[in-house]
């Protein structure tokens, strides 16, 4: 005689799936905002970056700093001796640290955006 099937108090491995399925597919759409976030960010910031860079080249501050005493210094220290570079450089990774805060927000995670 078979056994008859229990009705509670058992591991359901097929609702288990069902559960970890939804909570997924309830995800997707954060994680892709998320990612939007970043591409949309990271174009932006190297916009600004090229900018900045640009502005500090027009009013010569590479041809400034990088004559006198603290010439050499400088243009050690600096992307390709340019220190207009190296200005854009800091701004853009100031920029991607808000927005990578600002995608991990999106995200919705309780743990990280507390």
């Given at each position: 005689?078979?056994?008859?099937?229990?009705s509670g108090g058992g591991f359901d491995i097929l609702q288990s799936l069902q559960?970890?399925?939804?909570?997924?597919?309830?995800?997707?759409?954060?994680?892709?905002?998320?990612?939007?976030?970043?591409?949309?960010?990271?174009?932006?910031?190297?916009?600004?970056?090229?900018?900045?860079?640009?502005?500090?080249?027009?009013?010569?501050?590479?041809?400034?700093?990088?004559?006198?005493?603290?010439?050499?210094?400088?243009?050690?220290?600096?992307?390709?001796?340019?220190?207009?570079?190296?200005?854009?450089?800091?701004?853009?990774?100031?920029?991607?640290?808000?927005?990578?805060?600002?995608?991990?927000?999106?995200?919705?995670?309780?743990?990280?955006?507390?």
């Amino acid at each position: 005689m078979p056994a008859a099937p229990s009705s509670g108090g058992g591991f359901d491995i097929l609702q288990s799936l069902q559960n970890a399925f939804t909570t997924f597919l309830n995800y997707v759409p954060n994680v892709i905002g998320a990612l939007l976030v970043l591409i949309i960010g990271y174009i932006i910031a190297r916009l600004i970056r090229a900018g900045i860079s640009k502005l500090l080249r027009k009013v010569r501050v590479d041809e400034k700093l990088t004559h006198g005493k603290g010439g050499e210094y400088v243009a050690r220290f600096s992307p390709q001796g340019k220190p207009s570079q190296l200005v854009g450089l800091v701004v853009q990774y100031v920029l991607m640290v808000f927005v990578i805060v600002s995608a991990v927000g999106t995200l919705n995670i309780p743990a990280v955006t507390g």
